[in-house]
């Protein structure tokens, strides 16, 4: 190497540690700092207005991030510049700088953090809401942990070209790392030694940005083993084990009205599609009711009804005596209630999915004790003494520290169940349990039901399994096009049914398409 090119490294170095340029990449990184974070915090507020189902809060938010993002940063910089002043708001260039990248960086990371949200299955945030969970609450817990892994890399490719951008704010004179090495060049015309050492003070700072990106993945990234890990318990002996300590459900008393839910006269539509027309059904106390019907009938939609996750349209539905989520008026009349979540926390329903929907950032014992501690106010250790002997009850105390995606199906739904049980439900609704899982998964998942059936839990379960429906239900009812066809015993239902659209659907599920 020829001594004139070793003196230009040198002197590039020299530059790229001298006072000069470094307190214009001091004044570059403090812009692009406090935009980023004030940008983050921003981003927030008009990523969720724009998720809103508000109209005016979506349109305001939709209007700013296409006006921000459509239009160059450094007319934003100049139009501020320019328009404050004369409106009596007097900024040095320097928080003028800071004031507009702020707000340029609003609309981008709004919709990095929009896109991070969207990203979470939204069948996350119904098992959210139907643990009692309230919309703030999900989002914190549920839904940011999982968008981040999302938002991260999109957020540091935005923050790293911030702190390159802020050169454009040399136009209203902000003396930063690029315009200070202009006013070197300006005098010496060394323009490769002094582009190259801003060049390098730059690549510094944005490597320090990727540090960061990196260790944040990291910390969010769930599938890195985590430190602390609880100690396995050995599983409870199925025989010794007690479920009626677990699931503290009540005998009926005898004289009392024993109907636990009842719907009468239920509709529901979606759009102009009426799913559900005039549904009656009553369960007694500590029954176990069992519906049947194919696919489209409404079953799924007459369980989040009940559940109250979603409104119902006519007709009612009593849960213990209560219309969970509406309050009776002095009239008689009654209006959806102000706090959805809380209705749904005090009538205690759990729900069981049949895509198991456990929170996949969590492990099986915090996906339990999640909802008792943020929802109900247990102690983390109630919780999960509490959520351990669950675990183990269901056979799964072997795998309390595993994240879902390391448990098979049937592990799933057992946590899925243990989660539900978990605060102390006094009806739990089953949806299907069983259908995603392979057969020979689906014993498992069955036998912590009769457990729960065998205790006396009040409970109303979607399935075909004509064998477990005839060992546990009380009653099955039939479903069909939105309406019950027929109800009765087990043996009325399956052995002898009178509608022949429910003999036609037996034929179906019990001799499957072999041919
Ligand atoms: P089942 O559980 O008996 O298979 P569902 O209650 O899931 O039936 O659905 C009944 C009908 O309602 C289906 O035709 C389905 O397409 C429709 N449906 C369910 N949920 C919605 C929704 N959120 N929006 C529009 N249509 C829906
Ligand atoms: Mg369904």
Redesign the pocket.
């Known amino acids: 190497m020829g001594s004139e090119a070793v003196e230009s490294i040198l002197e590039t170095l020299s530059y790229s540690v001298s006072g000069f340029l470094l307190q214009g990449a001091l004044a570059a990184l403090e812009i692009a700092v406090i935009a980023i974070a004030a940008g983050v915090v921003l981003g927030l507020g008009l990523a969720l207005m724009r998720l809103s189902t508000f109209k005016p809060a979506s349109a305001f938010a939709w209007f700013y991030i296409w006006f921000m993002r459509g239009t160059p940063v450094l007319l934003q910089l100049v139009f501020l510049y320019d328009a404050l002043p004369p409106m009596g708001l007097k900024l040095d260039s320097f928080t003028t700088a800071v004031l507009g990248f702020t707000l340029n960086e609003a609309a981008f990371c709004a919709e990095i953090i929009r896109g991070g949200i969207i990203s979470v299955d939204r069948r996350q945030t119904v098992a959210a809401a139907a643990l009692g969970m309230a919309r703030f609450l999900t989002l914190r817990r549920i839904i940011l942990p999982q968008a981040m892994r999302a938002i991260l890399p999109a957020l540091a490719n935005q923050s790293i070209s911030v702190i390159k951008g802020t050169a454009v704010a040399s136009v209203i004179f902000v003396n930063e790392l690029t315009f200070r090495s202009q006013q070197i060049v300006g005098q010496n015309f060394k323009f490769f030694t002094v582009f190259a050492a801003a060049g390098l003070i730059y690549l510094v700072m944005t490597s320090a940005v990727a540090a960061l990106q990196r260790y944040l993945e990291q910390r969010f990234n769930p599938e890195i083993e985590r430190k602390r890990v609880a100690t396995p318990v050995p599983d409870e002996e199925p025989e010794a084990m007690d479920w009626r300590t677990l699931i503290d459900a009540k005998a009926p008393t005898a004289g009392q009205d024993s109907a636990f839910v009842v719907c009468r006269d239920v509709h529901k539509s979606?759009?102009p599609?009426e799913?559900l027309r005039g549904i009656d059904l009553s369960v007694g106390r500590g029954e176990v009711v069992v519906i049947m019907?194919p696919?489209?009938?409404?079953?799924?939609?007459l369980l989040r009804l009940i559940n109250h996750l979603e409104h119902v349209d006519g007709g009612e539905i009593v849960v213990d005596g209560k219309h969970v989520g509406y309050e009776s008026h002095t009239d008689g009349r009654l209006e959806p209630v102000r706090n959805l979540a809380k209705a749904r926390a005090d009538a205690r329903i759990g729900m069981v999915f049949q895509s198991f929907n456990l929170f996949e950032h969590l492990s099986a014992l915090e996906n339990v004790v999640e909802a008792p501690v943020q929802v109900y106010g247990q102690t983390e250790a109630e919780a999960r003494s509490r959520g351990v002997r669950l675990l183990s009850a269901v056979g799964l105390g072997r795998h309390i520290d595993h994240l879902p995606h390391r448990l098979s199906g049937g592990q799933q739904q057992r946590v899925a169940i243990a989660r539900a049980l978990a605060v102390s439900p006094k009806l739990m609704l089953f949806d299907e349990p069983t259908s995603a899982l392979d057969p020979e998964l689906v014993g498992e998942v069955l036998t912590a039901i009769r457990h729960m059936a065998e205790a006396g839990m009040t409970m109303i379960v979607?399935t075909h399994e004509v064998r477990f429906a005839r060992e546990v239900a009380d009653r099955i009812v039939f479903m069909d096009e939105g309406q019950i066809v027929e109800q009765g015993t087990p043996e009325e239902v399956l052995d002898r049914p009178r509608q022949e659209r429910t003999q036609r659907f037996l034929r179906l599920i019990e001799r499957p398409a072999t041919r």
Do not use: A, E, Q
């Open positions: 979606y759009g599609r799913i019907g696919s489209g009938s409404g079953k799924s939609t979607v």
